[in-house]
Protein backbone atom coordinates (compact mmCIF):
# COMPACT_ATOMS: atom_id res chain seq x y z
CA UNK A 1 0.00 0.00 0.00
CA UNK A 2 1.26 3.58 -0.64
CA UNK A 3 0.78 5.91 1.61
CA UNK A 4 0.87 9.82 0.52
CA UNK A 5 2.17 13.06 2.04
CA UNK A 6 1.62 16.12 0.14
CA UNK A 7 3.29 19.77 1.21
CA UNK A 8 4.53 23.19 -0.37
CA UNK A 9 1.05 24.67 -0.32
CA UNK A 10 0.88 28.53 0.70
CA UNK A 11 -0.52 31.64 0.35
CA UNK A 12 0.29 33.51 -2.69
CA UNK A 13 -0.75 36.48 -4.85
CA UNK A 14 -2.88 36.46 -7.88
CA UNK A 15 -0.46 36.14 -10.78
CA UNK A 16 2.07 34.28 -8.52
CA UNK A 17 3.46 30.61 -8.47
CA UNK A 18 3.70 27.76 -5.77
CA UNK A 19 5.28 24.06 -6.53
CA UNK A 20 3.62 21.24 -4.59
CA UNK A 21 5.28 17.86 -3.95
CA UNK A 22 4.22 14.33 -2.80
CA UNK A 23 6.02 12.03 -1.31
CA UNK A 24 4.94 8.66 -1.40
CA UNK A 25 6.07 5.09 0.02
CA UNK A 26 6.23 2.38 -1.04
CA UNK A 27 8.11 0.64 -3.67
CA UNK A 28 5.20 0.71 -6.20
CA UNK A 29 4.32 4.68 -6.59
CA UNK A 30 6.27 4.18 -10.28
CA UNK A 31 3.84 1.52 -11.68
CA UNK A 32 1.14 3.98 -11.37
CA UNK A 33 -0.67 6.36 -13.28
CA UNK A 34 -0.63 9.41 -10.98
CA UNK A 35 -2.64 12.80 -10.16
CA UNK A 36 -3.35 15.80 -8.62
CA UNK A 37 -7.12 16.48 -7.45
CA UNK A 38 -8.30 19.15 -5.56
CA UNK A 39 -11.28 20.13 -3.37
CA UNK A 40 -12.36 23.88 -3.05
CA UNK A 41 -14.58 25.35 -0.33
CA UNK A 42 -18.25 24.10 -0.64
CA UNK A 43 -16.86 21.97 -3.91
CA UNK A 44 -16.34 18.71 -4.87
CA UNK A 45 -13.18 17.05 -5.21
CA UNK A 46 -11.99 17.50 -8.78
CA UNK A 47 -8.40 16.23 -10.44
CA UNK A 48 -6.44 18.85 -12.18
CA UNK A 49 -3.38 16.83 -13.64
CA UNK A 50 -2.57 13.17 -14.77
CA UNK A 51 0.88 11.79 -15.45
CA UNK A 52 1.31 8.31 -16.67
CA UNK A 53 4.33 5.99 -15.51
CA UNK A 54 6.23 7.19 -18.54
CA UNK A 55 5.45 11.04 -18.03
CA UNK A 56 2.78 11.47 -20.48
CA UNK A 57 0.46 14.35 -18.87
CA UNK A 58 -2.80 15.70 -19.05
CA UNK A 59 -4.73 18.50 -17.30
CA UNK A 60 -8.24 19.68 -16.64
CA UNK A 61 -9.63 22.33 -18.59
CA UNK A 62 -8.87 24.90 -15.76
CA UNK A 63 -5.13 23.98 -15.55
CA UNK A 64 -3.87 23.98 -18.95
CA UNK A 65 -1.36 26.24 -19.76
CA UNK A 66 -0.99 27.01 -16.07
CA UNK A 67 -0.34 24.12 -14.46
CA UNK A 68 2.69 21.28 -14.88
CA UNK A 69 2.32 17.95 -13.47
CA UNK A 70 6.07 16.06 -13.00
CA UNK A 71 7.66 13.07 -11.33
CA UNK A 72 10.71 11.63 -10.38
CA UNK A 73 10.14 7.69 -10.06
CA UNK A 74 13.83 7.49 -8.10
CA UNK A 75 12.61 9.65 -5.58
CA UNK A 76 9.12 8.19 -5.32
CA UNK A 77 7.71 11.74 -5.64
CA UNK A 78 5.16 13.44 -7.52
CA UNK A 79 5.17 17.17 -8.54
CA UNK A 80 2.46 19.82 -9.47
CA UNK A 81 3.83 23.54 -11.04
CA UNK A 82 1.50 25.77 -10.89
CA UNK A 83 1.66 29.00 -12.57
CA UNK A 84 -0.09 32.26 -13.20
CA UNK A 85 -2.66 31.36 -10.34
CA UNK A 86 -6.02 32.52 -9.44
CA UNK A 87 -8.32 33.18 -6.78
CA UNK A 88 -10.62 30.39 -7.56
CA UNK A 89 -7.81 27.85 -8.21
CA UNK A 90 -7.86 28.29 -3.62
CA UNK A 91 -8.04 24.75 -2.65
CA UNK A 92 -6.88 21.62 -0.94
CA UNK A 93 -4.89 20.07 -2.77
CA UNK A 94 -4.29 16.14 -3.00
CA UNK A 95 -2.45 13.55 -4.81
CA UNK A 96 -3.20 10.23 -5.17
CA UNK A 97 -3.51 7.30 -8.49
CA UNK A 98 -5.79 7.06 -11.09
CA UNK A 99 -8.57 6.07 -9.97
CA UNK A 100 -7.91 6.84 -6.11
CA UNK A 101 -6.83 3.67 -4.66
CA UNK A 102 -4.67 5.20 -1.78
CA UNK A 103 -6.13 6.20 1.09
CA UNK A 104 -5.84 10.29 0.68
CA UNK A 105 -3.79 11.85 2.77
CA UNK A 106 -3.79 15.46 4.90
CA UNK A 107 -3.44 17.77 1.59
CA UNK A 108 -1.77 21.09 0.87
CA UNK A 109 -3.74 24.41 1.42
CA UNK A 110 -2.89 26.51 -1.62
CA UNK A 111 -5.22 30.14 -0.54
CA UNK A 112 -4.72 32.76 -3.78
CA UNK A 113 -5.68 36.09 -2.55
CA UNK A 114 -4.50 39.62 -2.54
Known amino acids: QVQLAESGGGLVQPGGSLRLSCAASGSSFRVYYMGWYRQGPGKERERVAM???????SNADSAKGRFTISRVNAKNTLYLQMNRLKAEDTAVYYCNSDGQLFEWGLGAQVTVSS
Open 51 to 57: ITPDGAT
